[in-house]
């Protein structure tokens, strides 16, 4: 068990262009999330799949976002048209039940 | 909708002195409660979590909370801190059992300084 994994661990990018992060779960979890950590702030949840399945989105997720979780493994969050106020930390969870086990998050910086 | 409240934004502390932690929650269904940490430019782990039984609940490097329903609480506790203690805290709520989907509702965090 290796663990959550995030990458990339930072991305620094210019207004206007498209990012995409992935998520590497723990193997066994059929539950995966994204949150969204403002500097200061609480994480904020994003959306939650159960295997392959979205089953919420957060009204934080502008119509720029999408997020995939295809054969229930990995997820990728693509924002399109990035813009300053999309600077933050982007952090990946997953769980089988109750406890969720994070990822060291992708922090975005948008200039 | 569930919410948390951390009534302390920063909490200095002297080396081996005692620290608590105050979190308030609101939910209409009963909830799992959870404290997690944050050390700088990482992820979250978990100290400890509450999901039903004893209300004093112990977790990794000393910590213990205490849930009170009565006063919507989970107030977090270690009788004596290290340096390495120095870190964000947060507080976190779910009414998964409910909803189902488990997703959890933060608090704003509580900065710990810890000085020699």
């Known amino acids: 068990d290796t663990g959550v994994s995030q990458d990339p661990r930072h991305k620094i990018t210019k207004r206007g262009q498209n990012v995409t992060f992935r998520c590497d779960p723990i193997s066994e979890h059929n539950r995966l999330y994204w949150y969204r950590q403002t500097l200061g702030q609480g994480p904020e949840f994003l959306t939650y799949?159960?295997?392959?399945?979205?089953?919420?989105k957060s009204r934080l997720l502008s119509d720029r976002f999408s997020a995939e979780r295809p054969k229930g493994s990995f997820s990728t969050l693509e924002i399109q048209r990035t813009e300053q106020g999309d600077s933050a930390m982007y952090l990946c969870?997953?769980?089988?039940?109750?406890?969720?086990?994070f990822g060291q998050g992708t922090r975005l910086t948008v200039v | 909708a569930q919410s948390v409240t951390q009534l302390d934004s920063q909490v200095p502390v002297f080396e081996e002195a005692p620290v608590e932690l105050r979190c308030n929650y609101s939910s209409s269904v009963s909830v799992y409660l959870f404290w997690y940490v944050q050390y700088p430019n990482q992820g979250l782990q978990l100290l400890l979590k509450?999901?039903?039984?004893?209300?004093l609940v112990k977790g990794i490097n000393g910590f213990e909370a205490e849930f009170n329903k009565s006063q919507t609480s989970f107030h977090l506790r270690k009788p004596s801190v290290h340096i390495s203690d120095t870190a964000e805290y947060f507080c976190?709520?779910?009414?998964?059992?409910?909803?189902?989907?488990?997703?959890?509702?933060f608090g704003a965090g509580t900065t710990v300084t810890v000085r020699a």
């Open positions: 799949f159960q295997n392959e399945a979205q089953l919420e």
């Open positions: 969870a997953s769980s089988s039940i109750v406890e969720a086990f």
């Open positions: 976190a709520v779910t009414v998964g059992a409910f909803s189902n989907d488990y997703k959890l509702s």
């Open positions: 509450y999901l039903s039984g004893s209300t």
